[in-house]
């Protein structure tokens, strides 16, 4: 008989012991993939191996074949860590093994989703009467909020595209900045709204939407009309001017999406909410959890004004499934229908920080890229080439003949040292480092050792 309690111990130990270490660790995996599968593949055991030696092996397997994207040196992708209560009550969302998509399968985390959601719009400043959905992450919160536009643009005209479909329907104008991030674009193909045929605004030279570029676009036009804005550009961290991009939206009759990956949460702190003035304004707005509310894969958030559009976006039915008046299933507002409580490990991270630390945790780390910006720019031959307005960092190697060639050379030598883990990234034409703060647990000695590291892979032979 299998001893789960003696078993689950053996996982926590593991778990424990590695997290122990993450902050000492290299910080990039330093096992090949042929190196894993050869340890942890092979055919398939005929009997079936112990869950001691099946454990055993994955945390073997993770000393060597993961990245430490939970320690205080990796600022790869706009990845956070996962703060400590977030990690346990996600080990207890597995350990519950609930299925969230549907009220009556598991009250408490259909409860949980509704509060966690009601503290999500407090926090960032969204009205209490928005529909919200926990997805996959912010791919699934953009597809699902423009599922929601699609639908309400059409519904306006007089179209029913979840029962008539796309065929015959009026065009819909899709206009995005030239700087929008491409899950953007994937969500506009999967919608059967094409990733090519929208109109593309012009952006400035940190990355913004021309607000008077977008007026010229849309000056005269008329029928069902999506525009898609960002909070906090992939690279630079810059806001396209939200206020005035709803103002513009408000005057064609737009439903106007937001894109706040991880820039929702400038709305947080009280130094930084001006960046996103204008976002209550919205019609949708999606963003990631694991980013810079610092919980565990995988959890998107996505929001909208208009919970009827979204929720006959979305909705299934099933005879098996009778809906209720009094609750609501969570599903009716995802594109899923069996998903685990991804709220859960979001609300244990809200709960244990409060307003205060997650408005702490944003500052800090805004603070923290500015020490690293200004420690790299006194340095020869180095520039920072955006305006550091929250975590992003842009590098550059200015220094010999070739800038992008030695660029490349200084992430390349970065990534292999192992002190800290930044990603490259392609900014406006030029090769650059792409330096992103967004873990609970880094700290000023984190930042000084990664500026040390870039540095010396700077100028490294």
Known sequence: MIDRASLLHRAATHATNYLATIADRHVGATATADQLRQHLGGPLPQAGDSGE??????????????VATQGPRYHGFVVGGSVPASTAADWLVSAWDQNAGVHVLSPLVAV????????????????ESWSTGFVTGCQGANFTALAAARHHVLAAAGWDVETQGLFGAPAIDVVVSDESHYTIFNALRML??????????????????????????????????IVCAQAGNVNSGAFDPIDQIADICRQRGAWLHVDGAFGLWAAASPTRAHLVRGIDRADSVATDAHKWLNVPYDCGVVFTAHPAS???????????IVETAAERDPHDFVPEESRRGRAVPVYAALRSMGRQGVADLVDRCCQLATRLADRLQAESGLTIVNDVVLNQVLVRVTAGPDHDAATRAMIDHLQKEGTCWASGTTWHGMAALRVSISNWSTTE????RTGDAIVRSATAE
């Open 112 to 127: 949980v989703e509704d509060i966690t959601a009601g503290w999500l719009k407090s926090l960032a400043g969204l009205p």
């Open 310 to 320: 979204h929720r006959a976006a979305m909705v299934m039915g099933a005879a098996y």
């Open 53 to 66: 030696v099946v454990i055993d092996a994955l945390a073997h397997a993770a000393e060597r074949g993961t």
């Open 192 to 225: 059967g709204l094409g990733a090519s045929r929208v109109r593309r605004i012009p952006a400035d030279e940190q990355g913004r939407m021309r607000a008077d570029a977008l007026r010229a676009a849309l000056a005269n036009d008329s029928g069902p009309c």
């Open 445 to 448: 000695a984190d930042i000084d």
